[in-house]
């Protein structure tokens, strides 16, 4: 899309997205849509040797820390050549999360600040986890015969791995570990430069690692494997004999064996990179040959997208307008709940009561959908605490959920998530208390609406014998009335309300009244 043609039609929700990567720094300029998706407007990409510092020398160099915030200038020069600066919606910066290993991280952010008006957000775990999911679920419709099967996603990331089990397109399971291309490259070369029997070195110094991914997995039937990656993304059209979008074992090996003969001149020239994807190609291919020849998966699936592109898009889809992550992300809760032996009636229970209210009340909150995803967790884990001591679970829950791990959710959501079951009874929040304290005032409103709610919500169920079968709510000018569907005395959930909805009455100057069902 030409700017001309851009200014013609309206750029006022122009927004761009950023991703400072292990090798690289990409830019993709956008507009948003309502349901989700988005318009591409223009897509860069420039190398940046950050990996190699941090794995070689344990910081990131003064030289490529400049060489970034060129590029980032650069990049918001490109902006201004689309739209004026005051027509940018937003421009989001984000980081692969091998720079919290870096010992000079806060001058690398602040030189970013100083230098490009720019703030870095660190991508963790459970944002990538998020991501690959996102990957896995585009393959799975590709490939329908994929959800009837058990597959095993690998993801060779540059400092880490991520594995993720589906049977019957469901995620049983994933887990993560300290293996990756740039990790593994760079460690082989810090010892002894590159070995004449290079793969055999790669193989050596992940022989451990690999042991353990072998042992979580070795008990599953794998037929497919899912290979997502920078560098055997990029590999794929150099694959041979592909055959309903997958390949075999054979086909991975033959090109692992003629990249190993290859010095760094012939893989740039032969795979079009530049010489810092170069030194990531062979371990790359390595890493993921030893993994699908362990299990002997029946097919190899690579998606045919680019890694990058298909990244910068996937981080600005909200992860509450996929269905089917909302799904996954409620089942792992419910295993963390199971696991505290939380009493799941009554937690299921309270789910439902929240979400009726959100829903209900959405007029009132102004809440987003995500908001809504973050409630339901909430109500599923506040009381996982009860495990380690009734007496102020409420405390205990905060500190269970601070300290697991809930599937494909970024750790700010997690605290987030960790605040609102902290106030589930008690106390409610106030600027002196641990983690609260350090939120925005957005935030703060945010954990104390959504309490307000699971409060609400769990005093309709005190009796955690799922009385309450649903709720409708009647606004007046002072009162919040709800009415209870088939409850005939209300007595038991109403003396609960009066140590409960003093959040909600706070927060939004209504008064609660449980209205009970007369035809009952």
Same mark, same amino acid.
């Given at each position: ?76 020069? /490109? ?25 000079? *991280? ?21 944002? #990538?986890?998020? %991501? ?31 594995? *993720? ?25 810090? /010892? ?69 003969? #290859? ?47 298909? %990244? ?31 009493? #799941? ?34 109500? *599923? ?37 960790? %605040? ?63 009415? %209870? ?11 609960? #309300? ?23």
């Amino acid at each position: 899309m030409s700017s001309e043609t851009l200014a013609h039609q309206g750029s006022s929700n122009v927004s761009a997205t950023i991703h400072i990567g292990a090798s690289s720094i990409s830019l993709l300029i956008f507009i948003p849509h309502e349901d989700g998706s988005s318009e591409q407007i223009d897509f860069l990409e420039q190398s940046a040797p950050i990996a190699h510092d941090v794995f070689s020398r344990g910081k990131i160099t003064r030289t490529t820390i400049e060489r970034c915030v060129n590029i980032l200038t650069g990049y918001k020069q /490109t902006l201004t050549e689309f739209v004026p600066v005051s027509a940018i919606n937003k421009i989001r910066v984000v980081a692969t999360n091998i720079l919290s290993e870096s010992s000079n *991280i806060e001058v690398f952010l602040n030189r970013i600040h100083i230098g490009c008006d720019l703030d870095v957000e660190i991508l963790d775990d459970g944002e #990538m986890t998020r %991501l690959i999911y996102l990957k896995t679920r585009r393959r799975l419709s590709d490939t329908p015969s994929m959800k009837s099967r058990t597959t095993l996603v690998l993801h060779v990331g540059p400092g880490n791995t991520r594995a *993720i089990l589906l049977k019957n397109g469901k995620i049983t399971s994933y887990s993560s570990y300290r293996l990756g291309v740039h990790r593994t490259g760079e460690r082989i070369s810090s /010892t002894s430069g590159r070995p004449s029997n290079y793969r055999k070195s790669v193989r050596s110094q992940i022989q451990g690692v690999l042991d353990s991914l072998i042992d979580e997995y070795r008990d599953e039937d794998i037929e497919h494997i899912v290979l997502i990656g920078y560098e055997i993304q990029l590999l794929r059209p150099h694959i041979k004999h592909f055959k309903d979008k997958s390949c075999s074992i054979n086909a991975l090996k033959e090109l692992c064996d003629e990249a190993s003969e #290859m010095n760094d001149d012939e893989i740039v020239r032969s795979f079009q990179v530049d010489y810092q994807t170069a030194e990531a190609i062979l371990p790359a291919l390595e890493i993921n040959l030893a993994v699908s020849e362990a299990f002997e998966p029946k097919r190899l699936h690579i998606p045919e997208s680019d890694y990058e592109e298909g %990244l910068l898009h996937d981080l600005n889809i909200i992860p509450s307008l996929s269905g089917d992550f909302s799904d996954e992300v409620l089942r792992s809760t419910e295993k963390v709940a199971e696991k505290y032996q939380v009493h #799941m009636g009554h937690a299921r229970q309270v789910a439902r009561i929240s979400l009726s209210l959100f829903e209900q009340l959405g007029d009132l909150h102004k809440l987003s959908r995500h908001d809504a995803l973050l409630l339901q967790i909430a109500a *599923i884990l506040h009381e996982v605490g009860g495990f380690i001591n009734n007496r102020a679970h409420h405390k205990h829950s905060q500190y269970i959920i601070l300290n697991s791990e809930i599937f494909g959710l970024p750790k700010a959501d997690v605290e987030i998530i960790a %605040l609102i079951t902290r106030y589930h009874r008690n106390s409610v929040p106030k600027p002196t208390h641990s983690l609260y304290k350090d939120l925005d005032t957005h935030n703060r409103m945010r954990v104390s609406k959504l309490a307000s709610f699971l409060r609400m919500a769990d005093a309709l169920d005190r009796s955690h014998s799922n009385k309450v079968k649903s709720i409708e709510i009647r606004t007046s000018r002072r009162r919040i009335h709800i009415y %209870l569907q088939q409850v005939a005395d209300a007595h038991t959930e109403r003396l609960a #309300m009066r140590s409960k909805g003093d959040l909600f009455e706070n927060i939004f100057g209504l008064q609660i009244n449980l209205v009970e069902d007369k035809l009952s």
